[in-house]
């Protein structure tokens, strides 16, 4: 295979990857948008477990185990609807950060693999040329 020929098969897979991850990246946005209306939507319905206020009409212990528990269900939600929702929108930054490094690595590899098109282009020294192969396969894994 001529080193030309090398360098497309190389420079497609560089693309077909910088595909991918920026694929990744916007559905792992999209999630992230879905998730948060979701959670302003949790926010929003679970006063509705503490209305309507069961005022000084229920007394005893049956009305105050009822609150103590409407309450403990309450908390139990808001904590999921704060914390844990938050702690996934993290994740997915977390995600989305990790494959933007991806990305810049995979453009500085593209640099690498457009430098190497100019010098064969230029019918420049093999050696040279296959040196920059031989960087961009270790790149690319």
Known sequence: MSLANTLDTLQDLISSKENDIEEKIQRLKQASRELSVEQNHLLQEITQIIDPNLGREWT????????????????????????AYDRYKQEIENKIT????????????????????????NNEDDAVVEEKVSELKRRLG
């Open 60 to 83: 005893g212990k049956r009305a105050t185990r009822f609150e103590s528990y409407r309450m403990e269900a309450y908390l139990a939600i808001k904590d999921i609807g704060i914390e």
């Open 98 to 121: 990790s494959l933007e490094q991806i990305q810049l690595y995979l453009q500085t590899t593209k640099a690498i693999a457009y430098e190497a098109e100019h010098l064969v282009k």
